[in-house]
């Protein structure tokens, strides 16, 4: 991690964490996503977490109203949105308590001394001002009065004080981009598109970002604060752009939409946090996506049912809550054998739970959660950008197994943002759907005649002479008939277990590693980061360790139980309770440890290093089975 | 959009070669009658009608009509049609409801797909009961139905479906009978009327409910106890064998209705209403009638079209997509981008 020491750094950091904190109404979600942009054309490789409350305004100033954006970047390969911040910006008393425990030692910490009052104090809870006794005395720090700057930076347009202050977070951003010798101009250009119809709240602010960059300029006398290059990372050829796990999940999509050559409809109900992939699929309607804001979550995946029955490509999203509420449509898609994906887009639960904080412990749900034998085939994202594929593999296998799909994401892939190359549909293998035209068993039609995959025939309400009924009752076989006979109930069993059992899933590699050894770390979903950086570190200390990652949950690939065999240990940390533990000590007879973690919180990589270190007490800076850490990069437990 | 070319089809070829499982004597057998007559009638073509139901006894009818169907979960049909609907506005769809299943567990979207209007025929067949899970007391059952759930009798008040449908926004309001031989008269109004058509269809479960509606739906003495509406015409009853002897009138210091003597030749003087199918208010007083003092109102209760919800979805998509281009490439390199350079792997601008 980089040093912000007082001297200059004779070396450009290779990566560098800062974080953006204040109330929630200051703007920091968007201060941190114009910063990821001007980091992103800076070519530097980034992950970044938004961390904020699940209020829309929380009351100001409050300790739980805090809103923070963290951004990890660097000129080598970025995995996580980092550990401990190399620097905080605190825009109030609030900000600064919840943020500061995880500040690296020796950080820099920017304050608004503006909001320090005896208000916002009591509010924060503190009983004396951290400026004024020790309590910053580890770090660096830099405290001004930003708003009075502010206000001074805008008085030329006249806007009232508390409109004046809004611009804060861009006078903040301005002081950034001077840090990291950024490019202005995009931002510039960002907010004249933004305020094109109030064009002096647009200067209003391109004037407080310009004051905040000249701040930057003048006060390199004043101690801490040095501008820092980082070079950009070393990357393939081509086009990037940023994306978020939602805008990726809707672009994969549309993407599926197309490959298989049918038109979308999308089913949604507003909930956090996966009500992003409706808007941003609303706005693609020229690709032939309808989306429908249904009455409720059972409305959303019905409709989407009903659409697949028609011949569209039915897609359902939501997250915990609501996906438990489509629990019984999904097993009616499962029955009548039709094509459906569902975007579970996981957040803390049970119940309402923690809705804008992350978690992964929808995977018992996703793949056991329905009443009855209901086999259903699961696939989970690992990033934003990965999101992508997946999204585009879940159609396929909904498209090729007339079998509904899920797709496991969760709230921190849905809201990170990363560089993402942008990839050339020519390169796509279409799977084109087909549709009955004629009747299949000769003079008779048979709705549940299966083909070599196990799939029945997709026979679209309005083709002609093809009439027939489906339904959520057991069907028999090949006529679908309604049939209660005991041995067609075996069969229509079995035939649905084997369909999904027998999905073409990609044999299983290894991310990093070897094939055997010591300790494979298996993980799935958005621990990819974390635990892909901290299995780089411990091997490059000389630990036996590599990274397995699994996409596709359900079913598993066929090589994995043996491949987990090949290692003398499995540890499977997840942000639950151990969840794919079981499911791989079930599958395998493995004896997989959990490392679990269910804070609302991404893992550190500095947790995971110090579990892999309990594996490797000989290996050398590693004595007693504990990685060096120190315990003040750990996110607090407050968190 | 409904059958837009005369198919000629008979009765028997809307049944299916299924052995139909409803109890010897249950009202669904006429309905289902009503139905395969009705549709000869319009001209339907099977390949191009679907039914979608929910669960219950009524909603095993789709398996009955040599049809496109779609026997779906308890409740969510309505849900389910909207989405067929939406993804193929050509299809002529009927959805088959009941009262537990319509106004219980699926009186939510039982109301949006109302007040959304989607273009389709809703049939609940009200018998006022759980049938098929053995005689529990339903949304409808009257104050005091004993019941294996509600042995000394029911207290809580009954829904009125019409009631319900017009609250929700609906369009189009009927109401008719099992046995009832105007019964195909009320499903082709239905069935013209571009948008949601909502029809209660009052329905004799024989055992469990047996004979519930006999007080206006027997014969004996019907044309005292049925007020059959029709657009333009006076609202007379009494039976029309020995001529019209009472009809309905509005009471204007109170504002609600009454029944006056009335003959075919008088009603004028006599203030009797002429039925407006597109009168809401009148409409809400029709359905709101207490049954007793006044006849069971029948028919067309209200019928005013307005645009439907799927007319408006394409409207909207066509509106959305003018003077764009559905290009995948371009779609995916969207937003501020940048390029790194083949030769430095390093960004260039």
Not at chain 1, 158 to 165: I, P, R, S, T, Y
Not at chain 1, 225 to 248: F, N
Request: net charge negative.
């Amino acid at each position: 991690m980089a040093s912000l020491a007082k001297e200059k750094p004779t070396t450009a950091p290779e990566a560098v964490v800062v974080r953006f904190a204040g109330d929630s109404g200051d703007g920091m979600q968007l201060t941190g996503g114009q910063f990821t942009l001007s980091t992103a054309l800076a070519g530097n490789d980034l992950a970044t977490f938004p961390d904020f409350p699940a209020e829309i305004r929380a009351p100001q100033g409050t300790l739980f109203g805090v809103s923070a954006f963290q951004i990890n970047f660097g000129s080598r390969e970025i995995n996580t949105a980092g550990d401990a911040p190399d620097v905080l910006v605190a825009m109030n008393p609030a900000a600064l308590k919840v943020n500061l425990p995880s500040l690296k030692p020796g950080g820099l910490v920017i304050i608004d001394t503006g909001e320090f009052s005896k208000r916002n104090l009591d509010k924060a809870k503190y009983d004396v001002s951290p400026l004024e006794d020790d309590t910053l005395a580890k770090w660096d720090v830099l405290a001004f009065d930003i708003s009075a700057l502010t206000i001074e930076a805008v008085k030329p347009f006249g806007l009232g004080n508390k409109d004046a202050l809004r611009s804060k977070n861009m006078w903040t951003l301005g002081l950034a981009l001077w840090m990291f010798d950024r490019d202005r101009t995009p931002i510039e250009d960002w907010l004249k598109a933004k305020f094109k119809s109030k064009p002096e709240i647009a200067d209003a602010n391109i004037a407080a970002l310009n004051a905040g960059h000249a701040y930057g300029e003048t006060a390199e006398i004043a101690g801490p604060l040095t501008k820092v290059h980082v070079d950009a990372v070393e990357s393939e050829p081509g086009l990037y752009r940023t994306i978020t796990g939602a805008e990726a999940i809707s672009l994969g999509l549309v993407a599926g939409a197309q490959l298989a050559e049918l038109p979308m409809f999308f089913g949604g109900y507003p909930i956090t946090p996966a009500s992003a992939i409706l808007h941003h699929l609303a706005r693609l309607k020229e690709f032939g996506v309808t989306t429908f804001q249904a009455e409720d979550e059972i409305a959303a995946i019905c409709a989407a049912i009903g659409a697949s029955y028609a011949g569209q490509l039915g897609i359902t999203s939501s997250s915990g809550p609501g996906i438990a509420l489509k629990g019984e449509a999904m097993g009616l898609a499962i029955m009548t054998e039709l094509p459906l994906v569902i975007v579970n887009s996981q957040r803390g639960g049970p119940s309402t739970g923690l809705p804008t904080k992350t978690e992964q412990s929808d995977l018992y749900q996703a793949i056991y959660g329905r009443n009855g034998d209901a086999p259903m085939p699961v696939v989970s994202a690992c990033s934003p950008g990965d999101a992508f594929e997946v999204a585009i593999e879940a159609c396929r296998i909904a498209v090729e197994y007339m079998t509904p799909v899920m797709l496991l994401t969760d709230g921190y892939i849905a809201n990170a943002a990363e560089p993402w190359k942008v990839p050339d549909p020519e390169t796509f293998e279409p799977f084109p759907a087909k549709f009955l035209q004629e009747k299949n068993g000769g003079e008779e039609l048979l709705p549940y005649k299966r083909d070599e995959k196990g799939a029945r025939p997709w026979i679209k309400p309005g083709t002609p002479d093809l009439m027939h009924r489906i339904g959520g009752i057991e069907k028999a076989v090949d006529t679908g008939h309604i049939d209660y006979a005991p041995d067609n109930h075996q069969a229509m069993t079995d035939a649905r277990v084997n369909k999904v059992k027998g999905v073409k899933v990609p044999d299983q590699d290894v991310a990093l590693g070897e094939t055997s050894g010591t300790l494979a770390v298996v993980g799935w979903g958005s621990t990819f980061g974390p635990i892909h950086q901290a299995v780089r570190r411990m091997r490059a200390k000389g630990c036996d360790v590599s990274h397995i990652h699994v996409r596709h949950l359900w079913p598993l690939p066929a090589n994995l139980g043996d491949l987990l065999k090949s290692y003398d240990n499995v540890l499977v940390p997840e942000m639950n309770t151990g969840q794919f533990k079981t499911v791989l000590r079930d599958q395998f007879l493995v004896d997989a440890t959990p490392l679990t973690k269910t804070s609302g919180q991404p893992f550190a990589i500095a947790e995971m290093e110090a579990a892999i270190g309990k594996y490797f007490d000989d290996v050398s800076g590693n004595e007693g089975g504990q990685v060096p850490v120190n315990d003040d990069q750990l996110p607090s437990p407050e968190q | 959009m409904n059958a837009p070319v005369k198919f000629e089809t008979t009765l028997k070829d809307w049944e299916t070669d299924q052995e139909v499982r409803w109890c010897p004597g249950c009202g669904d057998y006429a309905i289902l009658k009503a139905v395969q007559r009705t549709l000869p009638q319009l001209g339907a073509n099977p390949s191009n009608t679907c039914f979608i139901s929910g669960i219950g006894c009524s909603s095993r009818f789709p398996y009955y009509m040599e049809t496109y169907g779609f026997h779906t979960i308890h409740g969510r049909a309505p849900a389910i049609a909207t989405g067929v609907k939406l993804a193929n506005p050509d299809l002529d769809i009927w959805l088959v409801t009941g009262d537990g299943d319509g106004l219980s567990i699926g009186g939510n979207h039982m109301m949006h797909v109302l007040r959304r209007n989607v273009n389709m025929q809703i049939m609940l067949f009200n018998n006022e009961i759980y049938g098929l899970t053995k005689g529990q007391s339903s949304p409808t059952s009257r104050e005091g139905t004993k019941s294996p759930s509600t042995p000394i009798g029911s207290y809580d008040h009954p829904a009125n479906p019409c009631a319900f449908a017009l609250g929700a926004g609906a369009r189009f309001v009927g109401r008719g009978f099992d046995v009832s031989k105007n019964l195909p008269d009320v499903l082709m109004a239905a069935h013209a009327h571009q948008g949601a058509a909502f029809i209660e269809i009052f329905q004799n479960c024989i055992v469990y409910n047996k004979d519930v509606f006999n007080d206006f739906a027997a014969p004996k003495g019907a044309g005292d106890r049925q007020l059959w509406l029709e657009d333009g015409k006076p609202m007379l009853f009494g039976d029309p064998k020995a001529g019209y002897d009472k009809g309905i009138a509005l009471d204007r210091d109170t504002l609600t209705l009454k029944v006056v003597d009335a003959s075919e030749e008088n009603w004028e003087e006599a203030g009797v209403l002429v039925h407006n199918a597109k009168d809401r208010t009148i409409a809400h007083m029709l359905i709101e009638m207490p049954f007793g003092p006044f006849p069971m109102a029948l028919g067309v209760i209200y019928d005013d079209p307005r645009p439907t919800f799927e007319t408006a979805v394409i409207e909207e998509r066509a509106r959305a997509s003018e003077g764009k281009e559905a290009n995948l490439a371009k779609l995916l390199g969207k937003g501020q981008t940048w390029t790194v350079d083949p030769n430095e792997g390093h960004p260039t601008d």
